[in-house]
């Protein structure tokens, strides 16, 4: 019994420290962190000039320099979301971040200080709406500090796989869904899953974990369809981008 409370204590110590980690960035002057936003490389301009380029179903990568939890998180990207609103005039996107996740402005992520937009080769109109009909299905669940990427057992739970043909109790499904909690990555995977063969998406071991990293979605079954400004081949290298999604941004950079 106390060793199960110590276990449940020492989970909520790592939880909060999760949480707060992501809210701190680094400065060059004492004491030496901030939970201030600072600016960043990315301006509203050349968001508002790539918005009409995005469709439903792509997806975004981001890096915001000098926050501590960069140093946790391997590779050059470190954050990703789905659009699953195209258009200038309503351009929305569903990501995971430590308030849970929403669905909010395509504006807000893409305000960073890298930023990258993919689309997935060889996908019809149809298999883009699935992906953004199961991103918006769980919006309102709770971020996973804890990266589980559960995500066979997530599709099963949110899709109702595991019904008898009846209606399921609700407050039995509202005690459930406690356990399924997503990450940034994990809701771009779960919402892409139903291609993630063709599209490459695969859990692989980092920190003693099986997870999916924004790095990992720069593959050739996906192609950028816009980067900016700031994303050079010499910015990513430098901080850790691997070779393919270097050639990748060569590719896009040199058209």
């Known amino acids: 019994m106390i060793a199960a409370s110590l276990m449940l204590w020492l989970k909520h110590i790592y939880a909060w420290l999760v949480y707060r980690i992501g809210d701190i960035h680094t400065t060059s002057r004492c004491p030496w962190v901030s939970w201030q936003v600072p600016h960043h490389l990315v301006d509203y301009d050349e968001i508002l000039a790539a918005l009409p380029l995005i469709r439903y179903g792509d997806i975004g990568l981001h890096r915001d320099r000098g926050y501590l939890s960069n140093a946790f998180i391997p590779g050059f990207m470190k954050h990703a979301w789905i659009h699953v609103w195209d258009g200038v005039d309503r351009p929305q996107i569903v990501e995971a971040i430590s308030d849970g996740v929403i669905k909010r402005s395509a504006i807000a992520p893409m305000y960073s200080d890298y930023a990258i937009i993919l689309s997935p080769h060889g996908i019809t109109d149809a298999e883009r709406g699935g992906a953004c009909l199961k991103a918006e299905r769980v919006v309102g669940t709770g971020y996973d500090p804890f990266f589980e990427f559960d995500i066979e057992e997530e599709l099963q739970f949110y899709t109702g796989g595991d019904r008898d043909g009846a209606a399921r109790d609700v407050e039995e499904r509202n005690r459930n869904a406690y356990r399924y909690t997503f990450s940034c990555t994990e809701v771009v995977g779960y ?65």
């Open 191 to 255: 919402a892409w899953w139903h291609k993630r063969e063709e599209l490459r998406i695969t859990r692989k071991k980092r920190l003693g974990k099986q997870v999916i990293l924004a790095d990992d979605f720069l593959n050739p079954s996906w192609h950028i369809k816009w980067a900016s400004q700031s994303v050079t081949v010499d910015a990513a290298r430098s901080l850790g981008l691997h070779e393919q999604g270097l050639a990748m941004l060569e590719d896009y950079l040199g058209r």
